[in-house]
């Protein structure tokens, strides 16, 4: 079980900043790349040296000297970008192409096998980092008064009028009528909905270009609301705290796990939290907090065949979600350095809370599907007929 306190903890208030090619947030010091997509922070010199002198080892054998079939993971290399990035990072002549970047690297690194990061450079971290802390301050102080503001319009908000969904569902008591008429509505809690952050856009315009989405569905038996989504410069899924929202307004906390669009490094942990609000006619508000900056997003669900969810969606984001932890994170830290991590067998076992025991039965999967629009059509059935009666 996950306690309140873990959704409380916000660390980066204030947006990165950027000079002379580098960019800073939070607690780290980034090159920026093409079209600011990617950013590299400074790579260890001794790993660094590793990576660059790095030899294949021979083929693993049998007892009886033949090769084994089974052989470690083939290293792989770090991306170009990474390499272009180190030059920066320890003062060295950038570079066009990752051979030359490398060569350059290696050279610096002589007989040593160390490389010191140079005064400008140090400085250059020191100064934005105590730039970044006075922005951070000031950022805290005016996200905290614009939450106590907002706790106040939502305090007279609800006292003006708060629409209440009726506990239970509308089951038998329901007329064939209205429930058909639930079923054909849009469902509030699912569908792909497109979605606008502004500081994703402003940081990342290239990597933001294409259409940022986030698909939600409510699990089989309403325990969850999972989710997944693609923000361009991060991907991952979504899985909600508590109960679902049964009013106009409700909060939903959830954690999140994806993974880095750039590097392609997973993220994942207690601190990758969210809120996401409910606003009714398929629109969404929401928050999140990563570790290259909390943003702001809203959603408005598509139309047609667009903002639909297919049949075995929330299967795949299960998977999804159970496979980033702490396992396979180590194993692809190991195979960075050319090792075998071992076998990519390291996927959560589900929840007790979990409606999908690895793999559903058609029965289910059915149920799922079915679950994602009639569970949502509920919700935007109640609430027109909520605003019928409050306008008699």
């Not at 006292?159 to 239970?168: M, Q």
């Not at 392609?264 to 939290?273: A, L």
């Amino acid at each position: 079980m996950y306690s309140d306190d873990e959704f409380d903890f916000i660390q980066n208030y204030a947006p990165p900043i950027s000079r002379d090619g580098f960019l800073y947030h939070g607690n780290d010091f980034y090159v920026t790349g093409h079209g600011s997509r990617f950013h590299t922070r400074r790579a260890d010199s001794a790993w660094l040296h590793s990576l660059l002198t790095y030899t294949a080892p021979p083929p693993v054998l049998t007892k009886k000297g033949k090769v084994a079939k089974r052989q470690p993971h083939p290293h792989e290399d770090e991306s170009e970008e990474f390499y272009l990035a180190q030059l920066l990072h320890y003062g060295l002549p950038p570079a066009t192409t990752k051979e030359a970047a490398k060569r350059a690297l290696l050279g610096a690194f002589g007989s040593k096998k160390t490389l010191t990061v140079p005064a400008k450079v140090s400085k250059l971290e020191q100064s934005m980092d105590e730039e970044y802390r006075k922005a951070n301050k000031v950022a805290k102080a005016k996200y905290l008064e614009e939450q106590k503001q907002e706790k106040i319009k939502e305090e007279e908000r609800d006292r003006c009028c708060h629409w209440k969904l009726p506990a239970g569902s509308w089951g038998r008591e329901a007329d064939e009528e209205r429930k058909d008429s639930a079923r054909q509505a849009n469902g509030e809690l699912s569908g792909n909905f497109e979605v606008l952050a502004p500081f994703l856009t402003e940081q990342w315009p290239d990597a933001t270009s294409e259409t940022m989405w986030l698909k939600l569905c409510p699990s089989s038996t309403n325990s969850h609301l999972w989710g997944a989504f693609d923000f361009g410069v991060v991907t991952g899924t979504i899985r909600s705290k508590g109960a679902l929202p049964t009013s106009v307004g409700d909060a939903v906390a959830f954690f999140w796990r994806g993974r880095e669009t750039g590097e392609g490094e997973s993220t994942f942990g207690e601190r990758n939290i969210g809120t996401i609000t409910f606003l009714g006619g398929g629109k969404f508000r929401a928050q999140i907090d990563w570790d290259l900056g909390n943003f702001d997003f809203a959603g408005t669900r598509m139309g047609g065949a667009k903002g639909k969810i297919g049949p075995t969606a929330l299967q795949e984001w299960k998977a999804s979600w159970r496979a980033i932890n702490q396992r396979a994170y180590n194993r692809e830290n190991i195979a960075r350095w050319g090792r075998w991590g071992g076998d990519d067998d390291d996927a959560e076992q589900p929840t007790g809370s979990d409606t999908t025991e690895g793999v559903e039965s058609d029965v289910e999967k059915e149920h799922a599907y079915d679950n994602c629009a009639f569970r949502g059509a509920q919700f935007s059935a109640h609430l027109a007929h909520l605003l019928f009666v409050r306008n008699k």
